[in-house]
């Protein structure tokens, strides 16, 4: 297998030189694999670069990729990413660190776990056997186990402990050649919950093999200060983005429950009786929410064209008009058995409303708005 260890560099003038060589004796332990070492260069002004080129005079297996400037850890993989799949056509592309964070011996562990048929070979540092190194400050530690504990619930990916490892192994067919790289949701640290979760959807094997992880060696940490709100964005994202017609549906719902509720309360008191009230609120309400969730909660699958669009409206109104209906009558015999007052009516328009809620639901996403299957 052709593999690429992609190395982002930002001032490392320090470890990079060291690392090349040490990583060059690892090699040798696995001799059938074609290994490679790629370099993005964040533009250092400690002179990183020209470290990288004398010793790509010694070996042939180094690269060295530029960046006009540094653009955040993020930019700098997929960069790096896109010339080892495209331009050096890898099968399988590694992340690691230039400081010695990440021990150059691990390297070939991940490989042998990719050669085993794993698609995604994390080095975790939150598994059994796996550390962060003893003298983080308390704050530190608790974020990053925090954080990750996190990530795996509200993602809801269980077989994952570290989320944020830079340390990884990744198979390019079906896999890197198939990840959005250009819509990234960040070009900083939190890029890589971005991809794992992708990596994830993608139906990737994925295998956590235990790291120790190190303390810096040389140089100092370039971790921004915004990584823990920047990834909590990105985790929030992802959730939001998978569940996008459940939240919107929700909101449309609340509004359609602020018309609804609203205008039943202002009929009911005003000029109608409990019962017509709830069928007129309620289909005020419905000719609303037909509107926004059309253009909004399942906007991508709005319904085009007259005919069409005549006829989702006819099967929404016949549909709909079933638990305004069951309301109505709810609502009517409510009043006439236990009094005509504003908690026995809105009571029983509350009972209604949740079942409409669940049959809508249900008939929006199953049959109205189901999405034509390509
Ligand atoms: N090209 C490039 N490399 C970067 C950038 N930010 C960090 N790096 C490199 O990415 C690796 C990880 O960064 P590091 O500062 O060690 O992060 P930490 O381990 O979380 O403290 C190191 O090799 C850095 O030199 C960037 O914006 N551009
Ligand atoms: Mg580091």
Redesign the pocket.
Known sequence: MKIVIV??????ADNIGRLTDVLQQEFLKRPKHDFHILV???NSPDGTANIVREKMKVYPNLHLLM?KV????GA?YVYGFKEAMNGMRADVVVEM???F?HDPKDVVRLIDEIEKGYDYVVGSRFTKGGSIPEEWAFKRKFFSVGGNIFSKFVLGIFNVNDFTS?FKASRVKGFVDRLPLDTILSQG?AYKIDLLFKMHRLGAKIKEVPIKFGL?DRGD???EKNNMTDSLRVVVTLRYNENKNFVRFLVVGGIGFIVDAGLFNILRIGILSSRSAALASGFTAMIVTFLLNNYWSFGERKIDGTKKKVLGFVVYIVSSSIPIAVRSRLVGFSVNTFGDTTLVSNTAFLIGIIFGLIWNFTVYSKIIWKGDKK
């Open positions: 190395i982002p560099t930002y001032n490392e993005v260069e964040g960046e540094k653009a955040g850890l700098a660190d230039a400081d964070q830079g640290f810096r940490s370039k971790m």
